[in-house]
């Protein structure tokens, strides 16, 4: 039988699983693959300000770099009182822009990784006779 800690423990983290799965969510930072349950936190891209749902599970430190990152773009995270549509939508908008910059930047580490990966092996690794956007050789199109 569990000490009563243990069970504590247990319960916690069934229910951070179920927190952190809902809505067909891995529990795993989107951003560094941590996995740790008690280490994850949901993510609102944009602000829960400005739109409630658009969510991803991230570990503390990645959660509390994008926080920062829209902080840095003047991204409101409070207002006096409620805020109009405007002031949503630009919100929304400065997020998503903070979003997609985080986005280019792992794209272009993606592509600078696979450059060095041809170049360390030039002869192609798993289809070596096919060129992106050309039909494979051999083939007729």
């Known amino acids: 039988m569990l000490e009563p800690n243990a069970m504590q423990t247990a319960a916690r983290r069934q229910r951070k699983l179920n927190k952190l799965t809902a809505g067909g969510f891995r529990p795993v930072c989107f951003r560094c693959g ?5 280490a ?46 405007l002031d949503r939508l630009a919100g929304f908008l400065g997020g998503l822009a903070v979003l997609l910059a985080d986005v280019s930047t792992v794209l272009h580490d993606w592509c600078h990784w696979l450059a060095l990966l041809q170049k360390a092996h030039p002869e192609g690794l798993l289809y070596p006779d096919v060129t ?6 051999g083939t007729t199109s």
């Open 40 to 85: 994850l936190e949901r993510h609102h891209y944009v602000n829960r300000v400005h739109h409630w749902e658009l969510t991803a599970n991230a570990c503390r430190n990645c959660h509390r770099t994008m926080t920062e990152q829209l902080e840095a773009a003047g991204v409101p995270t409070d207002y006096e009182s409620e805020p109009t549509p």
């Open 132 to 137: 992106p956007g050309q039909p494979p050789k």
């Open 34 to 38: 941590h996995t740790d349950i008690f």
